[in-house]
């Protein structure tokens, strides 16, 4: 069952990512189904089943590209400016759910929630709410003081920030802090801070705002510390369970 799946999984990669350049994509998205590159597409995902299965299980490859070629179709009638990324991923769990299906078709399997919804996997996961969203928040309640203070600086940032992109800055590099402890990889934390002071040295090397350098460092400080914390904290419930 492993290797089936693994191989139509493979194909599946190989089709939708590997073999299929931008262009196609664009031209998709313009012609629909008159795009010569859909088909193309199909082609390519044809082949690699019947090359990685060794010319078996043609029934379940036939069922494959059916079902493909109707969910691209559908994606592309429905995608625009706004929606491209949810059907994106819309696009991509209807093709895992098909090979799902598909694989138990061949070599039925059971899944067991009790064995996904354990005490140890409940403890991750809270630990990996509260590093990422939870730690967030209680940042921004902590840094409440000063966010007006910085917030009325005239500051000078040359070409602006991207959007959330601090928040999701935050929460990466707090997961990193985190399997880093889980995995006894210190050294690495202190390479992550090495390497998030080396990108915000020319914000702090400028020197003509101290408030907001300050606020940086107590941001950044919070955030690894808040990480560790939890960490370690983990670490030691998770043998107590």
Do not use: C
């Amino acid at each position: 069952m492993t290797l089936f799946a693994l191989k139509l999984i493979l194909a599946h990669f190989l089709g939708d990512f590997v073999f299929q350049p931008k262009h196609w994509v664009d031209d998709k998205l313009e012609k629909k189904a008159k795009s010569k590159y859909l088909y193309w597409h199909m082609a390519i995902h044809l082949t690699a089943l019947i090359l990685l299965l060794q010319f078996q299980y043609l029934g379940q490859i036939l069922i494959i590209i059916i079902s493909h070629y109707l969910i691209d179709l559908a994606k592309l009638a429905f995608t625009n400016a706004k929606n491209y990324r949810w059907l994106f991923v819309l696009d991509q769990l209807l093709h895992l759910l098909v090979i799902a299906i598909l694989v138990y078709w061949v070599s039925p399997y059971t899944i067991e929630l009790e064995t996904l919804i354990n005490k140890e996997n409940l403890l991750l996961v809270t630990f990996l709410v509260f590093v990422t969203y939870v730690s967030g928040i209680v940042m921004r309640m902590l840094l409440a003081p000063y966010i007006n203070e910085i917030a009325n600086e005239e500051i000078n940032e040359e070409g602006g920030s991207l959007k959330n992109a601090g928040t999701y800055i935050g929460i990466l590099e707090r997961l990193f802090v985190f399997g880093f402890i889980l995995l006894n990889q210190w050294a690495s934390i202190g390479l992550l801070i090495t390497a998030k002071s080396v990108f915000r040295f020319g914000d702090l090397n400028k020197g003509k705002n101290r408030k907001l350098t300050e606020y940086v460092l107590i941001g950044t400080l919070l955030s690894f510390g808040l990480a560790i914390l939890s960490g370690m904290l983990y670490k030691y419930l998770v043998v107590l369970i």
